[in-house]
Structure formats: C-alpha cells, structure tokens
C-alpha cells in the first residue's frame, strides 16, 4: 500500500498588537479578548471577555468571532469566521478605530545553527532564551559574586556556585562547588557530571542549556504557566478515592480560586500541586517540564502559606522575616543583602508602618500578609495558599484576595483553597471541585453560577452535598465551557504519568552548625518576648523552693526528709515539663514549612534543647539552692558519696528537671492539640509522685519495678536519697530500696539512668517530628 503524503501543516504567524507581538505556533488554538489569560491581550472596553479565537485549519488558519458584542472586522467588514494569514489586519470592537492585530509570517530559523526556542520538555513553554553566549573554550565559574565568569543575581544562588568546565574532548563537565542550595542537571543534584547536547543545568531561578555552540540562560522571572494533568490520588488500596482524575490549566499571571465543599479533595489537591504529597497518577506541569521528576530543583520554586500563621506572635515583622531569611537564603549571604531583600518584601507587601510591631498585635488580614512575605523572600513562582481568609470579616477578606490579585498582576501564578466565596471576582479562574474529587466546573468565576444553574453559591453548595450521585464531572466535559477553558486553553503537551516519585531531600541553605545558631537565637528572642513565660519560669522555682524550705526547716528530720525531697522532685519534674510541654506542637506548621525547605530535623530539636535546657537547669539549681540553703543536710561524716551533700542533691534535681524537659517534648511531639497539654502535664505530675519511691516501695514488686525504670523521678529521687544516706535518717521499709544505697556505683547509677532516660527520650521526639513533616521528606 501507498505511504498517504503527510498532512499540510498551518505556518508559524505572528500576532503583532499595541502591547507586543505573540508567536501562534499551529499545535493549539489562539484566544483573543479582554481576559488577561487569553493569549492575546486586548485592554479595551469594546472588546469582549472572549472576544474571538484563532484557529490552525489544516495548512491555513481560521479566525472565528466569539458571539462578541461589538464584533471583528477584517477589511472593514464584520465578521464570524475567516481565513487569515501573513498580511492580514484585524480589528477588534469597531471597525476603524478599535485595537488592531496584524498577522506577519514567522521566520524560520537559520539551517546552520539549532533554533532559539528552548525544547519546552527541558526549559520552557517554546520560551525565548534569556542571555545567549557563545561556549567557552575554557573554565567558566558561575556564582552570585562580582567576580564569577557568569554572574546570576539571585540571593538563593551561593557567591561561587558551580563551574563549567571545557574538557579535552572538546565536552564540558558541569561542577558544584559546595553550593549551598545545589546545582541540578535535568533536575537532579550532581557534584560533577558531563554535559550533553539537550542537558538542563538548574542554578537558582536560572536554567543553562547547550545548543549547538551556544550556551543558553533561561531565567525564571515567574511568569510561568502550570498544566494539571490527569492528577488521581486514593487512599486505602485504592478503595477510596480523594483526586479523580483532574485536569486543568493555569496560565501566566493568574489568581485560581478552588472551592468546593468539605470533603472535595482541595486539601490533597494542594498537596499534590505543590509536591509534597505528589499524586498516585497523573502530572504537573510546570512551564514544560514534570514537577514530580523534577522535584528536586523546582521545589525552592514553590511558596506555601498553609491556614494557621507560619510566624512566632512574640517577634516583631521584621525580626520575623529576618529569621526567615537567614534560614533560607544561602549561609554566604551577607547580613546587608539579606537586610535588603526583607526591606523590599516588607514595601511590597506594604507592611512599612507595621514592620516594627509584634506579630501577635496585628490584625488577622495583616498578619496574613506578613505570611505571605516571609513565602515572597525566595521569590517563588507558584505561590500556593491555604484558606487565607479563614476567619477574617468580610472587609478583611476583601483586602487578602486584593493582595493576591496584585501579587499575580505582579509576575506570579497563585492558587488559592477557599471555603470563602465573596471576592471570587478577582480572580482570573475558578475551580470547583465536587465531592470524590471531581472538576464541576473550570473557568471565569462570574460564569459559574450560570452553569450550575443557581442564583446564589449556597445553593450550589447544598446541591452538591444532596446530589452526591450525580455526574458533575461528566457534565461539565461535555460542556463547551470544558473545551474552552480546559482542553482548548492547555499550554502544554501531554506527559506521560510520572507517579509518586522519590527525591532527596531539600538541600540545606545553611549548615547543621549555622542553622542551630540561628534557631537558638530565634527561639530565645522568642521566649524573651513572652512576658507570661518569662513571669513563670521565673516564679516557679522560688515558690517550689519556699515550700521544700518550709518543710525542711533547719534540719533534715525522721519528719521532714522525705516530704522535703519529694517536694524537689516534684518541683523539677513541674520545672522542666511545664517548660516543653508546649513547644513543639504550639510550632508544628511553622515546623512542616520550615522542613519542606531544607530546615535540619536534628538543628531544630537542638535548638530546643539547647535553650530550654539552659533555662530548666537555671531554674533547677535556684528551686534547690532556695529549698536547702542554710539546711543542716547531717549526712555520715558530713559528706556525700563523691562530693559536698548540696552539690550532689542540685546535680540530682538539675537532671530530673532537664529529662522532665525531654519528656515534656515527647508529650508536645505527640500531641495534635496545644489544649490536651495542660491537662497531660498533670497526670505527668502524678505519676512521678507515684513511682518515685517515697509513697511505696517499689522494690521487687514485679511489672511496677520495671515501669517505674521509665519515670525520671525514680532515680532522681535515689539519688538524692543515696546522697542523704535516707535510710539512716528515716527508717523503714521505704528507705530500704537498693536505689537509696550511700555508696558511689548506686549514686552513678541513678544519675546515668537519668541521662540514658533523656537520650532516649531525645531519639523518640526525633521519630516522631518525622510524622508531622510533608510526605516527600520523611526520609
């Protein structure tokens, strides 16, 4: 049989307008109209929202009038359907003076060197090259610094980044120089590896490709497109399904609202959006290239202000945001370039009057924006968020979907999850979702009540939670308005499913030695801050020492000993605990952002510990000194068993308190709600009264012993009983616990169990923050 002669192909035209020019390459249709996601652009009252669509017809292209209202001239004459090629001048809304298109054929590119326009798999949307430079023909050094052979300009990039060598085979070998954000090829972290014809280098917002002899910069400015692809997530083997099978796109500059009622999949939609829980089927597409595959280097591409405030309330905006930037721009960055980027984020966001006010004094709507800013430092592309105006008043919900209307006008593309639907007109789509996961509807929001069929979004509402079997999405994909919107208005080529993927962690911006500092500063201005803290941590250990003091008189008695300890253990127990037992869980969001973005797991604990185990200790030693200064302590010869009775018994407390702290996080990183703590910080209480071994003997009772070796106040308080030789001063079965010996391997014993206990603790609150951060860094 004959081979059948290819197809004729439309030409490549070139829509030139007053606000510039636009490529119309014949794989998809053209919109032209008012609506600034149509790729033609025309800002004039006459022209409609839709106002027409250029179409490839085989080897020619079409135009057709969208039913506007004022019409489309060719030659003077209205029209509804035309043939148009190079030549052709449009009139759009009148026929003599309204905003005009000419149509101008495309050159082709030179045969002897590759095309311009990047391969949209590796760079881009057919995207122009941003810098073009011949290839060197030796060692070129790229970095943020004035003196690299390459200089990019972008504060996540380190000073002395990377290089691209020339070797002798006339190659070129890409090569991290220690960088602290990471150099990518194709999306994946290299050290050193060679470079092919095709090969993508992803430095910062900047991605470097060889083309013939030329080395081309494409450099993420944020006017980015984003194509959902097909996205399916299920949960329970596949029983239940939460994403069925979405499909939509997003184009450059615009704010997408996504409503739907409780239980739709927006949640997991914004999970699998932004990666961290990527889908079990399906792509996303950002701006040519797979985010899933390439996960690695576009994530830092990526902001995310979840619902509840990523922000300590005790620090000022400004303090706030410099943290922030510390943590997250490379550790080369001077204080000055950092300084200056937060100034910039703080006039952009207009935030100038508030900068020096503490967070927790600002409204919610403001407190939303200083969110925002901190996301904005990294100048991310996709800018994703939460529920933003969840509990804010109208007005203020007004002013939060306006700030984001100028953040997308501004160069960015933003996804917002609402529940609210009162400012949905300044959004440039809407997406609502159906429960099961389902698209109900993609496109202009004031057109949607219209397709549902109701006057009022409660309507709508009610019909989707009482008609739970009928077939939204089918609907809607026999709509024109899917054709318009979604098939038609798709910006890139179909992908193949990636499918969960696995990537490595987030590079850290900084070192596991810097970010502990900075953290450990943050966290003690934080606690500096808070007056109630500052007033309880000082109060506690005075008025638990007072009343060990009280008890114990002048002399330790057959009367007093006991209740005078038991207090002190009581007393570091309640110190400790009560200084942890909320820290973790009160910073869990601020935590899983922080983590999404390269903060060290380990860095954080240790920030915790580290101040809070300062401050528990300081308070130890003050809740002992108050208890027993000026106590005759009328130990065996005046003496404890390795060194003076005071200095053992505050060792003994010290540590009780700093493993009470330990087991305070434990409960904080347990927990799901700040409320449950108080009460659990009771039972704590309790139980180390119980198991200490002044109330019963716990000696050779069988399951109570071996439960009573996980309670810290069992081997504080034999210590400080063994330092006291109790058993003389009080006799009796109680003080016949082998624990309570006066001899030096039972007094190590119990002080090193206290130290076991508190590493212990230490390695479970580390597993168990792991539970609570983003599903791709659980590694």
Known sequence: MAERPAAPTAPELVVETESGST??????????????LCDVVLDDARVSWHHAVLRPAGDHWTLRDEDSTNGTYADGHRVRAHDVGPGCVLRFGSPHDGPSAVLTGRPAPAPQRPSAVADPAHTGTFRQPTTVRP???????????????LVVDDLVVSRHHAELRALADGGYEIADLGSHNGTYLNGLPVTAAPLGPGDVVGIGHSAFCLVGDELQEYVDTGEVSLDVQDLTVAVDRGRKVLLDHVSFPVGEKCLLAVVGPSGAGKSTLLGA????????????????RDLYRDYAELRQRIGLVP????LHPQLTVRAALTYAAELRFPQDTARA????????????????????????SLSGGQRKRVS????LLTKPSLLFLDEPTSGLDPGMDRSVMHMLRGLADDGRTVIVVTHSVLSLDVCDRLLVLAPGGKVAYYGPPGDALAFFGFAEWPEAFEAFERDRDRDWAGQYADAPESRRY???AAVQPPMPSSGPVTVPPPPRPRSWPAQLGTLVRRYTAALAADRTFLVIMIALPFVMGAMARALAGSELTRDTAMNALLILCVGGVLTGAA????????ERVIYRRERAVGLSRSAYLMSKVVVLGTVTIVQAVVLTLVALLGVDLNTPGGEGVLMPPLIEITVAVALLAFTAMMLGLLVSALVRKEEVTMPLLVLLAIVQVVFCGALLSLDGVPGLEQLAWLVPSRWAFGAMAGTLDLARIVPGDLTGDPLFDHSAGVWLLDVGMLVVLSVLFGVIVARLLRRHEPAVMRK
């Open 135 to 149: 290839l060197p023909a030796r060692t070129v050094r790229i970095g943020r610094a004035p003196d690299n052979d």
């Open 23 to 36: 490529v119309m390459i014949p794989v998809r249709d053209y919109h032209v109209g008012r609506d600034p």
């Open 337 to 360: 370039e950092r300084r200056a980027r937060v100034e910039e984020v703080i006039r952009e966001l207009g935030l100038d009057q508030r900068a020096d006010q503490h967070v927790h």
């Open 486 to 488: 979604v098939l038609d």
């Open 372 to 375: 925002v800013a901190l996301e």
């Open 273 to 288: 959006l932004t990666g961290q829980r990527p889908a079990d089927h399906g792509t996303v597409v950002y701006d040519g």
């Open 579 to 586: 200084n942890a037992v909320r820290e973790l869980v009160k």
């Open 307 to 310: 619902q509840d405030d990523i």
